[in-house]
C-alpha cells in the first residue's frame, strides 16, 4: 500500500502507516477521533525512538558531560560576579545562577549523542522551561560549535574532552553572542 498524500481511512490505515514510517508525509484523517489517533501512534513511536537513543548511550559518557556542562557552567557563573559589576550577588542572581548551573547540567547530560537539530530542541526547551525563553538561535549556534568540535576532535582529549567542548561553546556563547546581541542593541 502506498500512501503519500490524502485521507486516511481508518484507525488500522494509521497504524499500518505509523509502522512504515511515514513521519514526514501529512495525512488527513476523516474525523477528529482518528486525529487523537493518528497523534498518540505518532506520539509512541517518538518516545519509542528517544527510549532506544538514551538506552544506547554510555550512562558514564553522559554523566561525564553533564558533569562538564555544570562544572564549566559554574566557571562561567564565578566569572561574571568577579567581572561584571552589575552582577551582584543577591539572592535572586545567586537562585537564577544555581538554575543556570542545573538546567546546564541536565542539557549536557541529555545532549549527549544527539544531532545538532536534537541538541537545538532540548537546549530550547530547557530554556523555556528555566527562563521562559526558547533561545533557539544561541542554541542552534551552540549546538553547531559542539558538533564541530564533537566530529573534528571526538575523544582525542580523553576525559578532558567534554570540559573543553563545553569550555569551547561557553567561550563561544559568551564572545560571539554576547557580542552580536550588544552589536543589534547599539545600532538601534
Same mark, same amino acid.
Given at each position: ?33 482518528? %486525529?487523537?489517533?493518528?497523534? =498518540?501512534? +505518532? ?6 525512538? $528517544?527510549? &532506544?537513543? *538514551?538506552?544506547n548511550q554510555s550512562i558514564r ?59 537545538? %530542541?532540548?537546549?530550547?526547551? =530547557?530554556? +523555556? ?6 533561545? $533557539?538561535? &544561541?542554541? *542552534? ?27 569551547i561553546t561557553k567561550a563561544y ?16
Open positions: 500500500m502506498k500512501y503519500e498524500k490524502g485521507v486516511v481511512g481508518t484507525v488500522s490505515e494509521i497504524k499500518q502507516l505509523a509502522s512504515i514510517g511515514k513521519e514526514n508525509t501529512y495525512f488527513y484523517a476523516a474525523n477528529s477521533s482518528q %486525529i487523537g489517533e493518528y497523534a =498518540l501512534i +505518532y506520539g509512541q513511536k517518538a518516545l519509542g525512538n $528517544v527510549a &532506544k537513543h *538514551y538506552s559518557v553522559m554523566g561525564t558531560n553533564a558533569l562538564a556542562s555544570g562544572m564549566i557552567t559554574a566557571g562561567a557563573e564565578y566569572y561574571d560576579y568577579q567581572t561584571n559589576p552589575n552582577k551582584r550577588p543577591t539572592p535572586e542572581n545567586i537562585s537564577k545562577s544555581y538554575r543556570d548551573i542545573l538546567f546546564s547540567t541536565v542539557g549536557g547530560g541529555l545532549g549527549t549523542g544527539t544531532s545538532v537539530l536534537g541538541g537545538t %530542541i532540548i537546549s530550547s526547551g =530547557l530554556d +523555556y522551561v528555566n527562563e521562559k525563553e526558547f533561545k $533557539v538561535d &544561541k542554541n *542552534y549556534q551552540n549546538s553547531i560549535v559542539g558538533g564541530a568540535w564533537d566530529g573534528q576532535l571526538g575523544n582525542k582529549f580523553g576525559a578532558l574532552s567534554p570540559i573543553l567542548r563545553e569550555s556563547e559568551k564572545i560571539i553572542i554576547t557580542e552580536d546581541k550588544s552589536t543589534e542593541s547599539a545600532g538601534k
